[in-house]
């Protein structure tokens, strides 16, 4: 898989060792980036023009996090419990308080609850042995036996 397919692709398995890497590396590049922006417009950080930027990370986060849902062999549309919700608060910043201060309180702390099941179980856990239902192992590891013929 290339270095772009890694990025912007839906397609595919994606080890933990690459999910890391790729994820610091977005992260360096968008702080590259962002922090002159901040300091040459002077952004302050109830500034929506920040939330935009960020939202520019949007596509290649969710790409990494669905391919390493795929290693994990379940679908990359579980990416969405955590999508929907951080977007909705993204989006909330950018009206005006009408009495929403309490749906994005409440959006926040539901990201972050979601963000660390997730990061635990797509982080931290190793991906599926062998080749799964969204492609071979990234690891090029065909396991000998299956592990249900281990314990049987």
Known sequence: ??????????????????????????????????????LALGLQAEDARL??????????SMALL???IHDRDKTGRMALIYWIP??????????PAFGLGGLKVFLDISTGMIGLWFLVEFGFMDGTQGPN???????????????????S
């Open 1 to 38: 898989m290339t270095f772009v397919q890694k990025l912007f692709s839906f397609q595919g398995r994606l080890r933990r060792r690459d999910y890391w890497l790729y994820s610091i590396l977005l992260v360096a590049g968008a702080l590259a980036v962002l922090v002159p922006v901040i």
């Open 51 to 60: 939330s935009l930027l960020g939202l520019v990370l949007t596509w290649p």
């Open 66 to 68: 669905v391919k390493r």
């Open 86 to 95: 951080s977007l909705v608060s993204t989006g909330l910043g950018f009206i």
């Open 133 to 151: 239902e969204y492609g071979p192992s990234p690891k090029g590891v065909v396991p000998k036996e299956k592990l249900a013929d281990v314990f």
